[in-house]
């Protein structure tokens, strides 16, 4: 009898959660966030969250943000760019409504590289069609590539999916909720 009462609450909740989602509009979309290590992404996760920089160390294994947006739940799943740990990212892609690949845009020395590991990425049949948004950040340092430069050495002029390249400065904020924003409409027509 518990069993069946805790069932029909659990459907009950379950329902009424999805009828709240519906009726007022916040729709849920799971993001993974990656990059080569030291990009900026754990950074840029907590100043969305948060809206203020805090202090990170290098992330091993995964941080798990929700960011509520113009209507959109992001669960953002950061996961940490090391060469060793990048071969797990490929377990970050099931049911995604969008992917943040973040560079950065100051480290020119490591492009070609960042070039290599995002074509990895994006021959990954999951991610078939899910939108690309890719955060340049660390512009507000002296030698930042302007992102025509960046988008040109990941070769994105040949990528069919949807995509875009944003300018940001995590200390700043500068840029980042203009991505979001980019993100958030590619994501409602994906999933439409």
Same mark, same amino acid.
């Given at each position: 009898m518990f069993d069946s009462i805790t069932r029909m609450f659990s459907s009950f909740k379950l329902k009424i959660?999805?009828?709240f989602n519906t009726s007022w509009g916040v729709r849920d979309a799971r993001i993974t966030m990656i990059g080569l290590d030291a990009a900026g992404k754990s950074t840029m996760l907590y100043k969305l969250r948060l809206g203020?920089?805090? $202090?990170? &160390?290098p992330t091993i294994g995964f941080n798990v943000e929700t960011v509520e947006f113009k209507g959109v739940r992001f669960n953002c799943w950061d996961v940490g760019g090391q060469d060793k740990i990048r071969p797990l990212w490929r377990h970050y892609y099931k049911n995604l409504g969008g992917l943040i690949y973040v560079i950065d845009a100051n480290d020119r020395d490591r492009l070609s590289e960042a070039r290599d590991e995002l074509n990895n990425v994006l021959g990954a049949p999951e991610l078939a069609g899910v939108p690309l948004l890719i955060m340049a950040n660390k512009?507000?340092?002296p030698y930042a590539l302007p992102v025509s430069d960046i988008a040109a050495a990941l070769g994105l002029a040949a990528e069919t999916r949807p995509?875009? &390249?944003?300018?940001? $400065?995590?200390?700043s904020g500068d840029g980042l909720y203009e991505g979001l924003d980019w993100l958030r409409t590619a994501h409602?027509?994906?999933?439409s």
């Open positions: 959660g999805k009828l203020e920089i805090v $202090s990170t &160390i512009m507000d340092l995509w875009y &390249i944003q300018a940001t $400065s995590c200390l409602l027509d994906f999933v």
